[in-house]
């Protein structure tokens, strides 16, 4: 069986008399498309919504995260462990536990309990390697490393800490995920490798102009009469379409190599995605609602979301959404052929081609195997 | 010059680019992201890029790519609207910086902290066909190997910005045509799905294809190159935007 390099996730959600994401003038947020406006939900405002969510699938409640030992091992692993082919065994024992100090803090060359658990990834295992082998060439002999690598650390103590910063759990697994772009330096950024779609209504915007007043509760009779404030929101009912495509392969590498801690992160994910509202107006509006229809395709192709299916406006009807999901994308199986493997969740009767049904949780554990067989 | 002067015409890519938004970015000042009409070479550059997988430290591929493009652009449906303009709000953070592979780490500079809005132009339901060669043909990746990363590619690919995920493969097997110029090529692509009335804007290299006449609109300079080795956008080329129809070829 080939390698699955992304894995592509549809989402079908209900959120009924809401408002979920305004614009800059206080309405929901539109999309023209087909010839009909729809409600719309920005990829920013849901990939907030995942990454703050505070819930038992929360990226900050994975196991592997506060735990994973084998990240506090990258820098002997990735950094270190290269050079001795190289250069002279004093020198890299010189040079390895003034290195680790530098990065994990003060003791860190007592072991990988004393460090400080740091989500290394590609760019910064990358600049303590070129560091590393650059103080190594310099070094005559072990005293000279350990003076040079002593100057190192006080010379970039500064970078050192931002990147310390930058990859300490959890705030690294969020960067991970999500991306981090706040140099100008693009060796040191990281791409994210989570690319979400803005999610939008399969049927034309159903909305209303709420007018509401607030009364004054402790209002004495010889006060004003009437209310303390009049107003007017919008609140929309909709039937959604999302899409997510996670580069397993570039999460992996965020993930400093991990493929275990990446696989976690995308089984969490899952739910994040089929359970986490995107809401606004929480105690006015109670926005909740679970994903009523998801597929995960895993597979190398060009993903491409299946939001055409949804280009001429349909009912706000489930069944009739599920019906023409399937049917589109058995059509585009039909032309490109593009052999995914699935598995979907779903309450309407249709059925996507090629796809076995399952629960949340056999999704979830999908996807994490799908992650795994990536790493291999 | 391009085209080629024996006549038997170059092998072109046809390219699809569709999604419910799509974002061609030109020149960003403040808060506020505009989109061009059709995408940039550079964007162009850094879509084959992901799909190569190339690192974005990779400058000198980057590059000699750009240099090797040739490609035109047709907008076969455009929303009636207009575009349509995200409004955005991203919270700063008190102490956001980040390090560096120089070794001083990097702050942000200028503007108070708190909420920062900002404006992003999208293109809502767009279709635009390209067609793409590159010259010379027989560098590093040739035709055939963009093609296949097109189809494989290393990344998730987006066009224009992150959130913008094509509804279709940008390029699937038999999506190629031959003709001598950009504008040839161009002119012979079949209307795409629910494709707006013809004439079509479109827009050419100036020396590959017409100057003038009637489906000439202007001449212009266009600054869409990147220079990758310091990352700015410098120089321009010069293209003709104006439309085309239905070819004698396709006409019913």
Redesign the interface.
Known sequence: MSRS??LQIHTLHTYTGALLNR??TGLA?Q????GTFRTRI???CLKRHWRKADDVHALSEIDGAEDSFRSRELVTERVIAPLRAEFPKEVIDALEPELQKAVYGEKADKGKRSRQTLLLGA??LA?LA?EAKRLAAEATDAKAAKTGVADWAK??K??????R??TALPGGLTAALFG?M????????I???V????A?TVHAQESESDYFTAVDDLRRDEDDSGADTIQETELTSGLYYG?V?I?L??LIANCGGNAALAGEVVHNLVYLIAEVSPGAKLGSTAPYGRAELMLLEAG?????????AY?KAIANDLEVAAETLSQHLGK?DG??A?GEARRHLSMADAAPPSSAPGSLAELADWAKAKTLEAAQ | MSADATGTGHRWLILRL????LAFGGVAIDAVGVTRDFPAVSMLTGLFAN?LGWD??EVEAHQALQDRLVYGARRDRA?P?GL?T???N?QLEA????????????E?GGGGQGIH?RRRDYH??ACIQLVVRLDPADGTPDLDALAAA?????????IGR???????????PGMEVTAPTVHAALSLLAPAD?ADDPPWSALWPADEGPKTGRNVHRVTALADRRNWRT?LHGGTRMVVEGCIGVSPETAP
């Open positions: 390099r992304f614009d800059d947020k999309l023209p498309y087909g920005s990829s920013q760019p910064e600049w070129g010379s970039f500064d970078n050192i800490k931002a990147l910063e930058a981090r706040v140099t100008s330096d693009p060796a040191a950024n791409d994210a490798p690319h979400v779609a803005h939008f899409y495509v580069d392969p570039g190398d192709r060009q993903p491409r979301s299946l939001a055409a280009r585009l032309i490109y593009t | 569709e999604a419910p938004l799909a974005r430290t929303n609207l349509l995200d409004s955005q991203a102490r956001e910086r980040g390090w560096t592979t120089w070794g001083r780490p990097e942000r809005r809502a339901d097109l189809e494989r590619p290393a990344r998730p690919l987006f992150k959130p913008c995920l094509p509804t279709h493969p940008i390029w699937a629910d990352g």
